[in-house]
């Protein structure tokens, strides 16, 4: 549906326009403060559109690994050798037929090792390309490079970044405050990005999971690039993480942030994984375990209004030894 529908886009002349009717009776200093000030909200409204363009990029990263992965796989059962016409009549029919099934499923189970083929390499190096594309296509005052992820936007290209970064760990006690909500809107079009990534690279930390003797070193770094995107997402961060009720679909990253906690307990309880962020040297374990820590306690903190958070706790806490409360 998204893909018939065009992507909406903003008339800057029209904003434009509108400032210098509003303020047509001002003076020049006055009116140029006006287009100044509708140039940077429109910064503020490109995050939803450049969504908008990522979400498509997502479902499509989705459904074309996972069409791969079915055109992989054997055919089905029922296109197998013999035909239904040859099946006996009656009541035994049904009977037959679970019989074959039940025998097909074990010989498929015995020869999955045999069939995977691996995660479809060259699908997902353009999936990233297209990524990395979306990334680099976006407007100047919403770029960002993976070295800079935590620090402020460059809404002006001619006003230097604050010092300190936009996104932290931990913020203090003093709440902070931003125009435009700026931090929430970046943190969510960064975090999605990542997430993108992630999902991305995922079929390696399966095929590293179930078939680790199979990993080669391309492998290997895509399975650590894995890990790498989902570390230390902004959005877990302060100061979006003190504000989660201005956080769009709140409750949709509960389930995120489950899957990935359950991953990153794995990359210590699983000699491949383990191995892999020792030796790959792409992510480090202090950002492995201060990501755990800002996930669980965005987990701990909204289990009290969310059911999936509530129940996702029930089993982090065992899994990562903590404290019932």
Not at 84 to 93: A, C, N
Not at 232 to 241: C, D, N, S, V
Not at 280 to 309: F, N
Request: proline content about 7%; hydrophobic content about 40%; charged content about 20%.
């Amino acid at each position: 549906m998204e893909d018939e529908v065009p992507m909406p886009y903003f008339h800057q002349a029209q904003e434009q326009e509108e400032g210098h009717q509003s303020g047509g009776n001002s003076i020049s200093g006055s009116s140029t403060v006006g287009a100044g000030a509708n140039e940077e909200r429109s910064h503020f409204q490109y995050h939803f559109l450049a969504i908008i363009a990522l979400r498509r990029l997502i479902a499509r990263i989705h459904n074309v690994i996972h069409e791969c992965e079915r055109a992989m796989q054997s055919e089905p059962l029922w296109q197998g050798s013999g035909s239904l016409e040859k099946e006996p009549d009656g009541s035994t029919t049904g009977t037959h037929a679970h019989q074959k099934l039940a025998t097909s499923t074990v010989q498929a189970a015995s020869e999955s090792f045999d069939d995977y083929g691996g995660p479809p390499v060259a699908v997902i190096r353009e999936m990233v390309r297209q990524l990395d594309s979306w990334r680099a296509l976006l407007p100047r005052p919403l770029q960002w490079s993976d070295n800079d992820k935590f620090d402020f936007p460059a809404t002006d290209p001619m006003t230097r970044r604050p010092n300190e970064p936009l996104f932290s760990v931990d913020q203090g006690p003093i709440p902070i405050g931003h125009r435009y909500n700026l931090d929430v809107v970046t943190a969510q079009l960064r975090t999605r990005f990542y997430y993108a990534r992630f999902m991305t690279y995922r079929p390696f930390v399966y095929k590293a999971l179930h078939f680790p003797e199979l990993m080669t070193p391309d492998d290997c770094n895509c399975c650590a690039l894995a890990i790498k995107s989902v570390c230390l997402w902004p959005l877990a961060m302060a100061p979006p993480k003190n504000k989660k009720r201005l956080v769009p679909h709140m409750f949709a990253w509960t389930q995120s942030f489950m899957g990935i906690l359950l991953i990153l307990r794995m990359t210590t309880a699983n000699d491949c994984l383990s191995r892999i962020v020792d030796e790959a040297h792409v992510v480090g374990r202090q950002e492995i375990e201060s990501t755990m820590d800002i996930m669980l306690d965005w987990m701990r903190d909204v289990k009290q209004v969310d059911g999936i958070a509530e129940w996702s706790w029930g089993i982090l806490e065992p899994l990562y030894g903590l404290q019932p409360e």
